[in-house]
């Protein structure tokens, strides 16, 4: 279950906006495709027919990218590190870190994000 932090805000560049308001676009379009079938959950990338897509689904698809394009080995978590140690190493305050991650405390779930004395 997820807890208050579960949903948040953050700040996105002007970019990665433009696509998502495109995908929301292109995605009304299926939806009327579907018809009543379409079942809405507010998602931003569901299912044809508008449910969840499953985790592990989402985790061998990226997996089986990952593999076709010859990348390292990496899991969506790791992704989520990575992001975590990208921000810090650009100065990004311990702080805003932790919570762009959804910790309650810069300590978190991951003691990582505490910059090394």
Known sequence: MKTGTGRRTINLDEHTVAVLRAWRKASRVERMLVGPAFVDHELVFPRPDGTPTHPEAFSQ??????????????SLHDLRHTHATLLLRAGVPVKVVS??????????????????P
């Open 99 to 116: 919570e762009r991650l959804g910790h309650a405390n810069p300590a978190g779930d991951e003691p990582a994000l505490v910059p090394a």
């Open 61 to 74: 698809t990226f997996d089986r990218a990952v593999a076709r394009l010859g990348l390292p080995v990496i």
